[in-house]
């Protein structure tokens, strides 16, 4: 049972904005504190992603741990109301994000995503964790990674 009502439920949930959110302005700040250049939302890349560095030919996706079903995190969970829609639509959301990656990926883009759940601590960005682990993956040779925080999995 919901405690909203429905139509309450529904302007919430559309509210729900797909660009700058919170974890991305994270991952950004902490691209600009590393120095790093890029542009945002490119819309002609397969998945739009995120983040992306041109002439490093780097992609990076910022997804929810809920909306993008992180394996293993407590956010990435299923609401009890509406379940079948729900598994439905959050399975969706991973198989198109699947499809968009490997696509980039045979495209000869680097990619890289970061989970939610590793931006949520403070201080995450100069001598935190998440700094120091995407200019790991940005100075290295891994055609795709993933980063995820404490409270994901993967």
Not at 113 to 137: Q, Y
Request: hydrophobic share 35%.
């Amino acid at each position: 049972m919901d405690i909203v009502d429905q139509q309450t439920r529904s302007r919430m949930m559309s509210g729900i904005r797909g660009r700058d959110t919170k974890p991305e302005r994270v991952v950004r700040r902490c691209l600009t504190q590393l120095g790093y250049r890029y542009r945002l939302h490119r819309k002609d890349l397969p998945g739009a992603p995120d983040i992306v560095m041109p002439g490093r030919r780097i992609a990076i996706f910022v997804h929810g741990c809920f909306w993008h079903r992180h394996p293993g995190c407590r956010l990435a969970y299923v609401p009890k109301t509406n379940a079948a829609f729900w598994s439905r639509k959050l399975d969706g959301n991973a198989e198109r994000d699947r499809a968009a990656i490997r696509s980039l990926m045979e495209d000869g883009w680097r990619v890289l995503v970061v989970w939610e759940c590793a931006t949520r601590r403070s201080g995450l960005c100069g001598e935190g964790a998440l700094a120091a682990r995407l200019a790991d993956w940005l100075e290295g040779s891994m055609k795709g990674g993933a980063i995820p925080g404490s409270e994901g999995g993967q």
